[in-house]
């Protein structure tokens, strides 16, 4: 599969807990997008990579971080987790920094 | 501040009937719409994008900056239409997408 992928695609962990999503992008693509998805806030914006510089962020909270690789792969960490990080997190990559986003299947994370 | 409202959370149609999903925007300066769907069990895909002017799978949308929406239409609904419809803004700023609340079409035999 060319496209976007993502591991895993559930977690399920506790609250304090600290989990590491994963996510690669399309071949060839430089920036990877990292977006929450929950039932009351909707699809949300956290943050953006561009050649592994951090090139936006949006409503990314502290406790939540992350960084993109030489080999262009991404991993968002969450950290101190609590009820409400219960989402589904999508990544995304684009081939520069304004083209068209390409969605990678999303990880679905349960804190309980 | 940038704001995308889809005030439907459902709508429910016939096959054969037209179907409008409605998407309103805020934004200043010159906006970058988009539509995306999602399927069943599928990752969410750009549908149509309002600067290419295209009609995919038979749907289309205008932009009215007139009135800030970009509404999605289509002349016939098939029951494979079925899916989230989220209509997205670019912040050209930034080129993060503002995604709106999705609606969800389902279409019926």
């Known amino acids: 599969d060319s496209g976007v992928t993502q591991t895993p695609k559930h977690l399920i962990t506790a609250t304090g807990q600290r989990v590491t999503l994963r996510c690669s992008p399309r071949s060839g693509d430089l920036s990877v997008y990292w977006y929450q998805q929950s039932l009351d806030q909707g699809l949300q914006f956290l943050i953006q990579?561009?050649?592994?510089?951090?090139?936006a962020k949006g409503n990314i909270l502290e406790r939540f971080s992350a960084q993109q690789f030489p080999d262009l792969h991404s991993e968002l960490n969450l950290s101190s987790l609590e009820l409400g990080d219960s989402a589904l997190y999508f990544c995304?990559?684009?081939?520069?920094?304004?083209?068209?986003?390409?969605f990678g299947p999303g990880t679905r994370l349960t804190v309980l | 501040a940038q704001r995308v409202t889809q005030p439907e959370k459902l709508l429910s149609v016939f096959k054969g009937a037209p179907v409008e999903l409605k998407c309103n925007y805020s934004y200043s300066g010159s906006p970058e719409l988009f539509w995306y769907v999602q399927y069943s069990r599928q990752r969410l895909q750009l549908l149509l994008r309002?600067?290419s002017r295209e009609s995919i799978k038979g749907f289309t949308a205008d932009l009215n900056k007139g009135e800030t929406s970009f509404h999605l239409k289509k002349p016939f609904a098939q029951e494979e239409d079925s899916a989230m419809y989220y209509c997205a803004l670019k912040d050209t700023g930034f080129q993060k997408l503002v995604f709106g609340t999705g609606t969800r079409l389902l279409v019926s035999p």
């Open positions: 995304a990559s684009s081939v520069g920094t304004g083209g068209e986003q390409f």
């Open positions: 990579y561009y050649n592994g510089e951090e090139r």
């Open positions: 309002h600067i």
